[in-house]
């Protein structure tokens, strides 16, 4: 398996732009993960996706950042307008969500790191 | 909230040595608890996991859990330069709610 597909790596933006980052899980994983990653802040769960199904979108910060799951092997994160306060890098990760030892390791993607400028 | 908490760090340890890596976690019904390393500019990559009381032996890694204290632990015993990394940890329920991180050296 490719393991968790990210795109765009890198993404170099000017305030007010749109900016949609895109994820494609593991192949058999039914649980998505959006987290975004800072020095200040950490690794910061955004918001995570059961089935297609968004569970809990507590930690997008604000009604600029949406995420999608259309289907079982995509997901969209979009920022609308982005702001210099979102540069970070984003990551995703998939797992199974099953109580099964192991099962319900997350993977990550490699990240894709965003500046706002 | 959730918090998952971690010495804040950085640990500098010599080579050879063990180095000792602490979390608590406030979600008394939390089950599964995992230890993630990053290498600078890379992502998270999982080391082990632990779901019951005790220790936990991978190699050069032992994972020790106390549930009742709300404590878990990754003890990395005769450390390379190789280990130097952030090590995160990480607990889940349904989400998953990961540690600051502690920053490891391992000093040749």
């Known amino acids: 398996d490719a393991g968790v597909i990210q795109s765009p790596r890198h993404e170099v933006t000017e305030m007010g732009q749109e900016v949609t980052l895109r994820c494609k899980p593991i192949s058999g994983h039914n649980s998505l993960f959006w987290y975004r990653q800072t020095m200040m802040r950490g690794l910061e769960l955004l918001i995570y996706?059961?089935?297609?199904?968004?569970?809990?979108d507590s930690g997008m910060p604000e009604d600029r950042f949406s995420a999608k799951m259309p289907n079982a092997s995509f997901s969209t994160l979009k920022i609308q307008p982005s702001e210099p306060r979102d540069s970070a890098v984003y990551f995703c990760?998939?797992?199974?969500?099953?109580?099964?030892?192991?099962?319900?390791?997350?993977?990550f993607g490699a990240g894709s790191r965003l500046t706002v400028l | 909230q959730k918090e998952v908490e971690q010495n804040s760090g950085p640990l500098s340890v010599p080579e050879g040595a063990i180095a000792s890596l602490n979390c608590t976690y406030s979600?008394?019904?939390?089950?599964?608890f995992f230890w993630y390393r990053q290498y600078s500019g890379k992502s998270p990559e999982l080391i082990m996991f632990i779901y019951s009381n005790g220790d936990k032996e991978d190699g050069r890694f032992t994972a020790q859990l106390n549930k009742a204290s709300q404590y878990v632990s990754l003890l990395i015993r005769d450390s390379q330069p190789s280990d130097s990394a952030t090590y995160l940890c990480?607990?889940?329920?349904?989400?998953?709610?990961f540690g600051a991180g502690t920053r490891l050296t391992v000093k040749p």
């Open positions: 996706f059961n089935n297609n199904v968004p569970i809990d």
């Open positions: 990480a607990v889940r329920d349904n989400d998953m709610r």
């Open positions: 979600d008394r019904g939390s089950q599964s």
């Open positions: 990760a998939s797992s199974q969500q099953d109580r099964e030892a192991g099962a319900n390791v997350l993977t």
